[in-house]
């Protein structure tokens, strides 16, 4: 036998016998924890703002348990089933709204760390509500490539209340307009592809769902504070929303609890 395959049949022999010799091997994922932030300031201003201090500890805490901060976009390459895309403990963190905070507050913070962000922003504020960045800040965040922009929809509709006042055909027109609009002017103004999908307030259904994948969208992520499952459906992939409120204890718990709860 030539020596070469004589001590490759070998080693796969002692590969598959002992476990220690895995030990160092990568393992797949079997869940992935994706958090959503919106703003972020020195101190509280709003319901929905983090204080940096509290961020940072969020950071330590993923850091501590032994999670990498991933780009959401390995995350649905490993929903779709490339379960070598990620590593065995993964979080992905979102921002919601395109607050100008994510420029003048968060990035600053971010700037060399490589730590990557999904920004879910709805064009109708952008560049003309005073609250929210420019598409000059966004583009130069995502030329970065730290940032990756997608869709919230093209002025953050409630759904809900939308179709409770629309006829049937009339609101699957407004949805679609929502969803196709969106789209086509984040990559018009960013120059880059959008895929993913960030509902609303959380909200959808399989009508949503449906026209969300008709329109060239691949993955929806909600509310819904639970890990991102394989099994789970690609158009409601769950997120955790994170507030001031939550300590880095309570980061801590959450990412005990997915662990706790894995497949």
């Known amino acids: 036998m030539n020596t070469l395959v004589f001590f490759s049949l070998c080693w796969a022999l002692l590969m598959a016998a002992c476990p220690s010799a895995n030990a160092d091997m990568p393992v797949a994922a079997h869940h992935v924890v994706v958090l959503v932030y919106h703003r972020f300031a020195p101190t509280m201003d709003s319901s929905m703002t983090v204080r940096m201090q509290t961020f940072e500890a969020h950071l330590r805490m993923i850091e501590a348990a032994g999670y990498r901060i991933v780009p959401l976009a390995d995350v649905v390459m490993w929903h779709e089933g490339e379960h070598d895309a990620l590593p065995a403990k993964a979080v992905a963190i979102t921002v919601d709204d395109g607050h100008r905070s994510v420029y003048y507050t968060l990035w600053p913070a971010l700037r060399g760390r490589g730590i990557p962000v999904t920004l879910f922003v709805y064009p109708s504020a952008i560049s003309n509500a005073t609250y929210a960045m420019t598409w000059a800040q ?115 718990d959450i990412l005990q609890a997915a662990e706790v709860n894995h497949e």
């Not at 209340?161 to 407004?174: K, M």
């Open 138 to 252: 966004l583009r130069e965040l995502a030329s970065t490539g730290q940032f990756d922009v997608q869709s919230h929809t093209y002025w953050h509709p409630n759904f809900r209340v939308e179709r409770a006042h629309r006829s049937a055909d009339d609101f699957a027109l407004f949805a679609r307009d929502q969803l196709r609009r969106a789209k086509a002017r984040i990559e018009t103004e960013i120059g880059a592809p959008v895929h993913l999908l960030a509902w609303p307030f959380g909200i959808h259904d399989p009508q949503l769902e449906h026209i969300a994948r008709e329109e060239g969208y691949t993955a929806g992520f909600t509310l819904d504070a639970q890990p991102v499952r394989s099994s789970q459906p690609a158009m409601t992939l769950p997120r955790y929303l994170i507030t001031d409120s939550c300590s880095a204890r309570c980061m801590t």
